[in-house]
């Protein structure tokens, strides 16, 4: 099994969405496109992932939305080290077909107050099925793995939060874990680094915005008195 290197992940460029709610009303989410500060931000990070790559090849996987495209042609990577291809089960949250912009708002405020793994868009998706069919794409990813030739390098091109619906599939965190943490920025970039333990591990963590709970919270005590309980009873 050739395991690449690094996975890096990006999040596209600034969209049209990202700087006007009203054109979600006009056009589709998947056919959003980048402002010039989005290409600006796709160039230097570009700018950046060329150095990283060097001239080793990169396997590419892009979302299917317009946005992802144009980040991916604006890092101007080298056509003939990179195989590029279209993965739909990267692509963004769905949030239902054409929006009404204060019907997401409201949804939004509903999310922040039920959690944005559970919550469930009207007609559209919760974070929980993204994390199953980005987890379905993950197993596909590491089949590949096992071509001899596999790159060093797998390049994600996707949305914020399946960026970090991937990691927390990857990296096994907790449900509490993934909604303690924000999207990265347009153009930002997260590494999955290849560790001499054989391990995989961030170049960096996503900000928090809180400290989650430990998971079961109070189970180790919890247990460890039932088994006082067991043991003095069996005496």
Not at 94 to 118: I, M, S, T
Not at 172 to 184: D, G, I, K, Q
Request: contains cysteine.
């Amino acid at each position: 099994m050739a395991r690449p290197r690094r996975i890096v992940l990006i999040r596209h460029g600034e969209s049209e969405g990202n700087i006007d709610d009203s054109v979600y009303e006009r056009v589709p989410d998947h056919a959003l496109q980048l402002t010039e500060r989005g290409r600006r931000q796709a160039e230097r990070a570009g700018d950046r992932l060329r150095g990283v790559f060097g001239r080793e090849p990169v396997s590419a996987y892009v979302s299917p939305y317009r946005r992802t495209h144009q980040t991916f042609l604006a890092l101007r990577l080298d056509p003939s080290r990179v195989r590029a291809r279209e993965e739909p089960r990267l692509r963004e949250q769905d949030w239902g077909n054409w929006q009404d912009p204060e019907h997401v708002r409201q949804q939004k405020l509903a999310r922040d107050a039920y959690g944005h793994f559970f919550y469930r868009f009207v007609d559209g998706e919760s974070g929980a099925d993204v994390y199953d069919r980005v987890g379905a794409f993950l197993e596909s990813l590491w089949r590949s793995f096992d071509a001899p030739d596999h790159p060093p390098n797998v390049l994600l091109v996707t949305h914020g939060l399946t960026m970090r619906l991937f990691c927390m599939r990857w990296l096994h965190w907790t449900v509490a874990e993934f909604e303690s943490l924000s999207n990265p920025a347009n153009g930002e970039t997260r590494e999955l680094l290849l560790g001499p333990d054989g391990r995989y591990h961030l170049d960096r963590p996503f900000e928090h915005w809180h400290v989650p709970p430990p998971p079961f919270e109070g189970w180790h005590a919890s247990h460890t008195r039932s088994l006082s309980g067991r043991n003095a009873n069996s005496g």
